[in-house]
């Protein structure tokens, strides 16, 4: 019932950025929560960011000061900003929403997860 379409990953030398997009469709009113989460080979998938509907943000302590998270209501897109990357934050990242269904469920849809591949 809700839809993320995942871009912005890619293979980038260690100091640079990139920015990343989630695309949300499908029952956008029903959101509230959404963010970012990644995995590295051989690690559990991590918490990178998340943010909801009534305000409230989280960043992983490896990330903060480095990555951003924002949205586009109007579009109903999420991003991550990732500047100053280091080698260890290549992973495949994951975004999610946490939504409640037509039935009135609580549920959690994922992208299709993004390449990010840091460099040294």
């Known amino acids: 019932q809700v839809q993320l379409v995942e871009s912005g990953g890619g293979l980038v030398q260690a100091g640079g950025s990139l920015r990343l997009s989630c695309a949300a469709s499908?029952?956008?009113?029903?959101?509230?929560?959404m963010g970012w989460y990644r995995q590295a080979p051989g690690k559990q998938r991590d918490l990178v960011a998340s943010?909801?509907?009534?305000?409230?943000?989280t960043y992983a302590d490896s990330v903060k000061g480095r990555f951003t998270r924002s949205r586009d209501n109007a579009k109903n897109t999420e991003y991550l900003q990732m500047n100053s990357l280091k080698p260890e934050d290549t992973a495949v990242y994951y975004c999610?929403?946490?939504?409640?269904?037509?039935?009135?469920?609580?549920?959690?849809?994922w992208g299709q997860g993004t390449q990010v591949t840091v460099s040294s």
């Open positions: 999610f929403a946490d939504y409640t269904t037509s039935d009135y469920v609580s549920a959690t849809s």
């Open positions: 499908g029952r956008i009113s029903s959101i509230s929560a």
């Open positions: 943010s909801t509907s009534g305000g409230s943000i």
